[in-house]
């Protein structure tokens, strides 16, 4: 391949794979791979994403390329698969230059990131407002507010740890349940007696993996079938460890009352 179609299809690639480490489903990501490199190399090209990695194969002047990429997701940031899509399509209908094109790839990877402060405050809201979807009282709604804020700060340094999403999800679940009945414990010394389920239930919401669900289930009706089942089975597998983590906790406390 000449100079000009490698730096094509590194473009291409790096685009998917800023996608797949964000979150993005698998057959959105092979769709833009492949869109991207079609419709600058005018040449037939084969993608096969899963969520650890993306294999890239061109017919280039009767010679088979074959590339592998290795990928690890580290979470789901919105914005970024947002600005990936926007970038793919102007790439793939416009003839921009490649190193304009290079230059907004390394833009969109580094989106603006917010202050913690900003992100315990809404996050903290975020699981507070559950509170009130399942019929809790505006007391549990602020200590569920502050549960969801320490946890959001408890999670971000068990990141720092780099445990495996298994055991780090099971101190999240520890730590936010942990954090919910010192609330109450707090609430009960004022003479208020708040529901635990209700309280537990706010910063438990902000660790579930309702958008890692979601996209194993758009993967399987698009005909993913591999990709979303092992998406599917990670967010189970979440759950599984958030819910050992709090029941280990009910059951050291619920069991002492």
């Given amino acids: 391949m000449n100079t000009k179609s490698k730096r094509i299809l590194t473009i291409s690639v790096e685009t998917g794979k800023t996608m797949l480490i ?18 600058r190399l005018h040449l037939p090209v084969n993608v096969f994403v899963i969520p650890t990695g993306i294999i890239v194969s061109v017919d280039f002047e009767n010679e088979t390329v074959t590339k ?3 990928v690890t997701p580290k979470g789901i940031d ?11 399509r102007e790439f793939s209908a416009s003839d921009m230059s490649l190193d304009d094109a290079e230059a907004l790839l390394a833009n ?8 913690n402060r900003a992100r315990y405050f809404f996050g903290g809201m975020a699981g507070g407002f559950f509170v009130f979807l399942f019929g809790g009282t505006r007391l549990e709604f602020l200590i569920s507010y502050f549960a969801s804020s320490l946890t959001l700060f408890t999670w971000d340094h068990l990141s720092k740890l780099e445990l495996n999403f298994f055991i780090k999800n099971i101190f999240g679940g520890l730590s936010l349940s942990l954090l919910s009945f010192l609330g109450i414990f707090l609430a009960t010394l004022f003479g208020y007696h708040p529901d635990y389920n209700m309280v537990i239930i706010g ?17 399987l009706i698009s005909g993913e079938l591999l990709a ?13 460890a958030l819910a050992f983590g709090v029941g280990m906790v009910l059951q050291l406390i619920l069991g002492h009352i």
Avoid: H, Q
């Fill in 22 to 39: 964000n979150g993005a489903e698998t057959y959105r990501v092979e769709d833009t791979v492949k869109r991207m490199t079609e419709n």
């Fill in 68 to 70: 592998l990429y290795r």
């Fill in 78 to 88: 919105l914005e970024i698969i947002d600005r990936a899509n926007t970038f793919a």
């Fill in 108 to 115: 969109f990877k580094t989106p603006p990131i917010f202050s």
């Fill in 203 to 219: 910063p438990l919401m902000t660790l579930v993996p309702g958008v890692s669900l979601t996209n194993g289930i758009r993967d």
């Fill in 228 to 240: 979303g089942s092992a998406k599917i089975m990670e967010a189970l597998f979440i759950a599984i």
